[in-house]
């Protein structure tokens, strides 16, 4: 059996708003099959769901929420703002298709889902419309996902909110250093997506051989060392062992050294898209 959801931290944001510390991620389950593996994390304890419009999964999640029976207030639900509606004038509609589709009354966390600089929108002009979303009791807070240094710094010097989240790729063969300082200097919360690399780091010698040392498996040891990093995580399965295995990280620790031995793998190896450079992709 599982630990009960109260043994997972919360994150508090910088509007205090606060952010289970471990959730699930949806990308990439079909939409017929969401549902089940959304009540399956329930079951498990998991209390935070990572979606996006661009996932397409968005209706099966609210169903899950709904039919879980689980009150909304303890349930995390974050989405993200689709590619294709950074227009100012779209993102108020695009947020509405959101909630629509999740059917949940709110959303806990609303991402724009990637900066797309190259794109012919400013994502800071699209970032002030995020801002105009808050205020209403839909949103609880909104943030980033992809965004560089630069691009956090302009909406650090030019908008009124600062992001209260940054969901970046990160995992031990990219730790993102730089972009986590700057994040934590500036009260924006770092999420790690992919934070085991989709399941590449684990055949790691070194990981393999501190899950030796203490008695967990790769997956668990990666996912812990992004907690004791401070991070936020949503790893993501349809295998019910696994969504388990995930979800038993609070009753072991790894020392000072086995962190730092998981953060010396850092190779600055990305398996997602550049965001300096990756563009819009079709609606
Ligand atoms: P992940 O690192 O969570 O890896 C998932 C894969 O690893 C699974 O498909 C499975 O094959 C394997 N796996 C999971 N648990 C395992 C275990 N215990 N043992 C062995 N193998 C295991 O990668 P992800 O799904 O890409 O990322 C997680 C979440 O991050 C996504 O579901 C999504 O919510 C979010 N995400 C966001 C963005 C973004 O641009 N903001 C991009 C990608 C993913």
């Excluded at 808050?134 to 992809?146: D, E, F, Y």
């Excluded at 250093?177 to 919360?189: K, M, N, V, Y």
């Excluded at 399965?237 to 038993?248: G, L």
């Amino acid at each position: 059996m599982a630990d009960s959801t109260n043994t997972v931290p919360t994150v508090t944001l910088n509007n205090g708003v606060e952010i289970p510390q471990l959730g699930f991620g949806v990308y990439q389950i079909d939409p017929p099959d969401t549902k089940a593996a959304v009540l399956a994390a329930f079951e498990a304890g998991y209390r935070h769901i990572d979606t996006a419009e661009l996932y397409g999964n968005e209706a099966e999640v609210g169903d899950a929420v709904r039919a879980s029976g689980i009150d909304r207030s303890e349930i995390f639900v974050t989405s993200k703002l689709k590619n294709g509606f950074h227009d100012p004038d779209r993102v108020a509609a695009a947020f509405q298709g959101t909630l629509d589709a999740l059917d949940i009354d709110y959303v806990d966390l609303f991402l724009i889902h990637w900066p797309m600089p190259t794109s012919d929108v400013d994502y800071l002009d699209t970032w002030k419309a995020m801002e105009g979303l808050l205020g209403g009791g839909k949103v609880r807070a909104i943030g980033v996902s992809n965004f560089q240094v630069p691009h956090l710094q302009r909406i650090l010097d030019e908008a009124t909110v600062v992001p209260a989240a940054n969901q970046i790729e990160l995992h031990p063969y990219l730790t993102q250093d730089p972009l986590r300082e700057f994040d934590g200097a500036h009260g924006i919360a770092t999420e790690a997506w992919s934070p085991i690399a989709q399941g590449k780091v684990l055949g790691d010698l070194a990981i393999a051989a501190i899950a030796t040392e203490v008695g967990r498996t790769p997956a668990q040891v990666v996912l812990r060392w992004h907690i004791q990093r401070g991070e936020i995580v949503f790893p993501k399965s349809v295998t019910r062992s696994r969504v388990e295995e995930n979800f038993a990280l609070f009753d072991f620790e790894l020392s000072t050294d086995q962190v730092a031995a998981i953060s010396a793998l850092n190779r600055d190896e990305r398996l997602g898209p550049d965001p300096d450079t990756f563009g819009r992709v079709p609606d």
